[in-house]
T-cell receptor, first 114, second 117 residues
């Protein structure tokens, strides 16, 4: 069964600290993996996208890694800010259809405290 | 910031009422989607469209219906709302990226939070 599991479910950190969010998936075949940020009451916004051949990609203070062999990805946030408080969603796409079906994780709810 | 809009943002309505959730995008994207998301849960695809006059049901069974008469507009309708329909509804559109066009990036609207009493 194609699944995307994220951990931890929730995380509280102090402003300025770093943190790492995890994503494990069983989706096959694999096309790409995205990390989205979803602010409360808003739609998700794409942070990074990685294909099979990419193992790291950065977007400002966000750095995503991908190990396609172990089917694991992580999102590292450096020097956290209050505005980083949001849900971070891992999304994996397969190649099984022209639509490129997406499998969503439940997200990690990150809270950054001052 | 993506040019995709949803109205209303919040809706509280009584059981049995007919509602239409609006979604429009100005990016000229052919593909559009509707997702349902409950608090703390993953997004579930309920409808999608490849283009004008194309509509398909998604992974999650839904009593809602959609239409795609114009490229930019993808409304979702519930003929008779029930408390079980209480949820957040997210609309998205996408365009192919990458050399093969396989890396579609979806752009999401702000969502409509629906509460059925």
């Amino acid at each position: 069964k194609n699944q995307v599991e994220q951990s931890p479910q929730s995380l509280i950190i102090l402003e300025g600290k770093n943190c790492t969010l995890q994503c494990n998936y069983t989706v096959s075949p694999f096309s790409n993996l995205r990390w989205y940020k979803q602010d409360t009451g808003r739609g998700p916004v794409s942070l990074t996208i990685m294909t099979f051949s990419e193992n790291t990609k950065s977007n400002g203070r966000y750095t995503a890694t991908l190990d396609a062999d172990t089917k694991q990805s992580s999102l590292h946030i450096t020097a956290s800010q209050l505005s980083d408080s949001a849900s971070y969603i891992c999304v994996v796409s397969d190649r099984g259809s022209t639509l490129g079906r997406l499998y969503f994780g439940r997200g990690t709810q990150l809270t950054v405290w001052p | 910031e993506a040019d995709i809009y949803q109205t209303p943002r919040y809706l509280v309505i009584g059981t049995g009422k007919k509602i239409t959730l609006e979604c429009s995008q100005t990016m000229g994207h052919d593909k559009m989607y509707w997702y349902q998301q409950d608090p703390g849960m993953e997004l579930h695809l309920i409808h999608y469209s490849y283009g004008v006059n194309s509509t398909e049901k998604g992974d999650l069974s839904s009593e809602s219906t959609v239409s795609r008469i114009r490229t930019e507009h993808f409304p979702l309708t519930l003929e008779s709302a029930r408390p079980s329909h209480t949820s957040q509804y997210l609309c998205a559109s996408s365009s192919p990226t990458g050399t093969s066009g396989a890396q579609e990036t979806q752009y999401f609207g702000p969502g409509t939070r629906l509460l059925v009493l």
